[in-house]
T-cell receptor, first 114, second 115 residues
Framework: AQSVTQLGSHVSVSEGALVLLRCNYS??????LFWYVQYPNQGLQLLLK??????LVKGINGFEAEFKKSETSFHLTKPSAHMSDAAEYFC????????????FGAGTTVTVRA | DAGVIQSPRHEVTEMGQEVTLRCKPI?????LFWYRQTMMRGLELLIY????????DSGMPEDRFSAKMPNASFSTLKIQPSEPRDSAVYFC?????????????FGQGTRLTVV
């Protein structure tokens, strides 16, 4: 069985500052990993995904994440926060070729201070 | 493609009533997932289908919940009878599984309130 743990349920950053959201995974087989963003009253939108190719993955809106097998981590970063980045962010894991269901972390709410 | 379409967007019902949530997946996707989102429990997978066949329904909370997928373009999640603790946002998502395309695409959700 696979699972993810997101460290920190709330993160507050200043506009222009680094955004760092932490995610650690547990999986018995090589996983696929995802970051999704949810804006208020909206569905989840994919930011980026890792599917066993390049370990540094770039996504939309300037976000990127690095897969580190030794640390079982997939942290999400953005060099400079924008007010529009205020949302809830979810890390998710799936185990390809076994089952394809996504298991989500508890989510991290990001607020951006002007 | 219009994406995953869910209806209704909002539903308010009285305790004991039957509620049916609907989902139209993206054309060509062979996996369909139903999730429930609450403040207390976050995003929970309820059930998922592959090629219209239920694969894993271990997340369905109890017998009051049932889901069907009669064809590749339509799925329903039914709660009968509904209870206040069922109040949540229910999401449908679909995907296809190739090496390049593995992500799930989510609908806008149905916000269910049981009073």
């Amino acid at each position: 069985a696979q699972s993810v743990t997101q460290l920190g349920s709330h993160v507050s950053v200043s506009e222009g500052a680094l955004v760092l959201l932490r995610c650690n995974y547990s999986s018995s087989v090589p996983p696929y990993l995802f970051w999704y963003v949810q804006y208020p009253n909206q569905g989840l939108q994919l930011l980026l995904k890792y599917t066993s190719a390049a370990t540094l993955v770039k996504g939309i809106n300037g976000f990127e994440a690095e897969f580190k097998k030794s640390e079982t981590s997939f942290h999400l970063t953005k060099p400079s926060a924008h007010m529009s980045d205020a949302a809830e962010y979810f890390c998710a894991v799936s185990t390809p070729f076994e089952d394809y269901k996504l298991s989500f972390g508890a989510g991290t709410t990001v607020t951006v201070r002007a | 493609d219009a994406g995953v379409i869910q209806s209704p967007r909002h539903e308010v019902t009285e305790m004991g009533q039957e509620v049916t949530l609907r989902c139209k997946p993206i054309s060509g996707h062979d996996y369909l997932f139903w999730y429930r989102q609450t403040m207390m429990r976050g995003l929970e997978l309820l059930i998922y289908f592959n090629n219209n066949v239920p694969i894993d329904d271990s997340g369905m909370p109890e017998d009051r919940f049932s889901a069907k997928m009669p064809n590749a373009s339509f799925s329903t999640l039914k709660i009968q009878p509904s209870e206040p603790r069922d109040s949540a946002v229910y999401f449908c998502a679909s995907s296809t599984q190739t090496r390049e395309n593995t992500e799930a695409f989510f609908g806008q959700g149905t916000r269910l309130t049981v009073v």
